[in-house]
């Protein structure tokens, strides 16, 4: 175990420690009521803590709201049962180049504080003979942004599932997003953003990789 100095300085520096998320052995052993009953008791103590006054009406539910939410919501993609198919098809008409998806709405949260991260990703591949749906890009990108994470973590693990779904290692994965733990409050820096990037396969040499990026760039807005 870390010493309570150690794990603050870790917390503050934003470090990542495991390419996957760290989960417990026992981690789906409660059902969702199970887990929602026990936040929410866990939420009423924290708030009653607080001083708040848990019988104004417009606080007693958040207990329950807030148990809801992680457990069906923003922490949703811990749960394997609730990771998209991600549906590929034959590329019958040999389309070679690069397929990029841009401006994927990223909602996740920091799991030093547990405060929202947001931002945007670009997800790029070229096809190895399958296409995976337009859709489904996004809605592994969800996934993965819900649950507490790492931004660098989230990159690695959009590209890792692409990869893995398309039999290609010719994909990439750019995320532009703020943190609110360093907007809202530390530093409190409203400006700044974080940056990650992922370059699998072809991705990885000079050209291609300018390609993608220059992509990004374009103003595509309708």
Known sequence: MKTEKAVD???????????TNPMRADAFDKSDEEKIALIQKNVQHIMETLG????????????????KMFVNEIFAGLNPDNKPKAS?????????????????????????HLLPIIGRAHIAYISSGTVVG??????????????????????????????????TEDV???????????NSRG?????SSTVTSEFGGKFKENTVR?????????????
């Open 52 to 67: 708040l006054d848990l019988t104004d009406d417009s606080l007693q539910g958040t207990p329950k709201r807030v148990a």
């Open 9 to 19: 300085a870790l917390g503050d520096n934003h470090i990542g420690t495991s390419a």
């Open 88 to 112: 590929v098809f034959k590329n019958p008409y040999k389309y070679g180049e690069m397929l990029v998806e841009k401006n994927i709405t990223v909602y996740s949260t920091c799991e030093h």
């Open 187 to 191: 530093i409190n820096d409203i400006e």
């Open 210 to 222: 300018r390609e993608f990026l220059d992509y990004i760039k374009l103003d595509t807005k309708f």
């Open 172 to 182: 990439a994965c750019v995320i532009d997003a703020k943190h609110l733990c360093v």
């Open 134 to 167: 337009l859709s489904k890009m996004n809605r592994i990108v969800t996934h993965y942004a819900k649950r507490p994470q790492v931004q660098e973590r989230m990159t690695m693990q959009i590209v890792q599932e692409l990869q893995r779904a398309l039999g």
